[in-house]
């Protein structure tokens, strides 16, 4: 969408220019070549990631679940801990 800027100034009222878009064309976004990482492609191979970055359907995350206890004790510099 463009704008249409007015502006005040001691003569009264102008009309500016509409200003350019910042976005590019798509024209100009589909000839551009891009260089892809090999890792970006090896997980595109896979399945792991989709072409918009998204998890693709071999995408999997590694889950962890621990219990740890620690306590200090500042006066004597002692901390202990258990897994």
Sequence with gaps: ??????GVTAA???ACAPSP????SPQSV????LSIPRGVQAA??????SSDGRPGPNYW???GR???S???LPPDRTVRGSE
């Design 61 to 63: 995350q590694n889950h």
């Design 30 to 33: 589909a000839s551009a070549s």
């Design 12 to 14: 009264g009222l102008t």
């Design 44 to 49: 595109f191979r896979k399945g792991t990631r």
């Design 70 to 72: 620690i306590s200090a």
């Design 66 to 68: 621990y219990d740890i």
């Design 21 to 24: 878009s910042l976005q590019p």
């Design 1 to 6: 969408m463009r704008a249409l800027i007015l």
